[in-house]
C-alpha cells in the first residue's frame, strides 16, 4: 500500500495548494458572477492544472480561457471543450489552431490587427474552416488591443466576416487595475473597462456585424464591478490562488492565498539575523510585483507550517536555490532560537502564476492534512 507523505515528510521546496482556501475562492468567484448575471469563463493559465479547472466548472464556470496552445491541448485531451486561446493569434500557430478545431475542440482565438485579421480569414478560407473569432479591445491603454472608437476595429471585423469567419464579438483585459489598491479607483476601472468593451461592441453591431460576446476580465476588476450590463462574460484567472500583490490591491487576505511553497530552514547568518531555506527564485520565481506597491513582501511572506502568518518576517533575498528570512525591518532577530535548522515553513508568493511556473506539480493538501500530486503543465 503506497503511503502519502505528510507536510513534515515532503521533499522540499514544494507547491503547495491549499484547498480549503481554493474552494473559497472559486465559491467566492463563481457567486459574484452568478449575483451579476453573467458567464464566468475562467483563466487557467494560473494553475495550468485540470483538477483545479474541473472545480471551477463544477463550481459553474462555463469554459475556460488559456495563454497557450499547449494548454488548449492538454485541455481539450483531458476533456474540456469550450476554450478561449486568449493571445493575439500569430499566422504561423494557426495550423495549431486548425488541428484542435479539427480535432473537436470548440477553440476561440482572437486578434487586433488588420494584418491578424487577413491572416485568420486566407489560411480559413484556404483550409476550409470557419475559425471563430473575438476582437481585442483596449479599454486601459495597459497592453493589446484596438482602442473602442478606432477605425480599425470596423475593418478588423469586415475582413473576418466577410472573409467567411465567425466574428464571435469583442474582449478586453484591464491589466492596469493591477495598478491600483483603493475600492474606488478598482470600481472606477471596472466600469471603464465593462463600457469600453460594450462600446466597441455596440459600434460593431451599428455596422451590421455580429457581435454576441462582449468579454472583460481581470480578478480585481471581476471582484470590484458595481455591474455589468451589456457584458456577457467574465474571465478572471489568479483569484482561484491569489497571492501577495491581489493582496496589496485590496481583493484578498493573506489567509485567503492557496498557494505557497514549502521550504526548509538549511543554516543561518546569526549575525545578520539570517535563516536560510533550500527555496530561492527557483522555487519563488524572479516576480518582485510587491516592490512597488504599499507593502514589500520581498520574495515572499513567511507562514507556519499550518498557514498562519509569522508577522514581520518575510523571504528578503533569495539566490537560485537559497533563500534569506529575516525580519522585513532588517532588524537582527533571534533567528537561530526562533528558527531551527530543520524547520518547515510555508511561504507566500508575490505572483501564484509565476511561482506555479516553476513546478512541475503541486501537492493539494485537504483539510484532514492529506496531500495528492496534481501534474502542472509546462511550457509553450
Known amino acids: 500500500m503506497t503511503t502519502t507523505p505528510s507536510l513534515a515528510e515532503l521533499d522540499t521546496p514544494a507547491a503547495l495548494i491549499d484547498l480549503p482556501r481554493m474552494q473559497r475562492n472559486i465559491a467566492r468567484m463563481q457567486e459574484r458572477m452568478d449575483a451579476l448575471g453573467v458567464r464566468f469563463r475562467p483563466h487557467v493559465k494560473t494553475s495550468k492544472c485540470t483538477p483545479v479547472a474541473r472545480a471551477q466548472l463544477a463550481a459553474g464556470a462555463q469554459g475556460i480561457t488559456v495563454s497557450t496552445l499547449k494548454e488548449a491541448a492538454q485541455f481539450h485531451a483531458d476533456g474540456i471543450d469550450d476554450i478561449l486561446y486568449a493571445v493575439g493569434m500569430a499566422a504561423a500557430k494557426l495550423p495549431q489552431a486548425l488541428a484542435l478545431r479539427r480535432a473537436g475542440c470548440r477553440l476561440k482565438i482572437i486578434t487586433d490587427s488588420l494584418a491578424s485579421a487577413r491572416a485568420i480569414a486566407d489560411f480559413g478560407r484556404a483550409q476550409g474552416e470557419a475559425f471563430e473569432v473575438l476582437i481585442e479591445i483596449d479599454t486601459d491603454g495597459h497592453r493589446s488591443g484596438i482602442k473602442p472608437g478606432e477605425a480599425a476595429l470596423l475593418e478588423v471585423g469586415r475582413v473576418l466576416h466577410d472573409g467567411g469567419m465567425r466574428l464571435a464579438g469583442v474582449l478586453t483585459h484591464a491589466g492596469s487595475s493591477y495598478e491600483l489598491d483603493t475600492p474606488e479607483a478598482l470600481a472606477a476601472m471596472a466600469e471603464q473597462e465593462r463600457a469600453g468593451c460594450v462600446q466597441a461592441a455596440e459600434r460593431l453591431r451599428a455596422a451590421g456585424l455580429p457581435c454576441a460576446v462582449v468579454s472583460v476580465g481581470s480578478t480585481p476588476t471581476a471582484l470590484s464591478a458595481a455591474r455589468l450590463d451589456g457584458v456577457t462574460e467574465v474571465r478572471a484567472g489568479v483569484y482561484v490562488f491569489f497571492d501577495l500583490v491581489m493582496h496589496n490591491i485590496g481583493v484578498c487576505a493573506p489567509e485567503d492565498i492557496a498557494l505557497s511553497v514549502l521550504a526548509t530552514v538549511i543554516g543561518h547568518q546569526a549575525e545578520k539575523g539570517w535563516a536560510i531555506l533550500d527555496a530561492g527564485w527557483m522555487a519563488m520565481s524572479r516576480d518582485r510585483g510587491t516592490a512597488k506597491q504599499k507593502h514589500d513582501f520581498g520574495y515572499g511572506q513567511a507562514c507556519d507550517l499550518e498557514g498562519r502568518v509569522i508577522e514581520g518576517y ?64 509546462h511550457g509553450w
Open 314 to 377: 518575510v523571504l528578503s533575498g533569495a539566490n537560485q536555490e537559497h533563500g534569506i528570512l529575516s525580519l522585513a525591518d532588517g532588524t537582527a532577530a533571534d533567528i537561530v532560537e526562533r528558527f531551527p535548522i530543520g524547520t518547515r515553513l510555508r511561504i507566500l508568493p508575490n505572483h501564484a502564476c509565476a511561482t506555479g511556473a516553476q513546478f512541475p506539480e503541486y501537492q493539494a493538501l485537504a483539510q484532514d492534512g492529506s496531500l495528492r500530486a496534481w501534474p502542472r503543465l
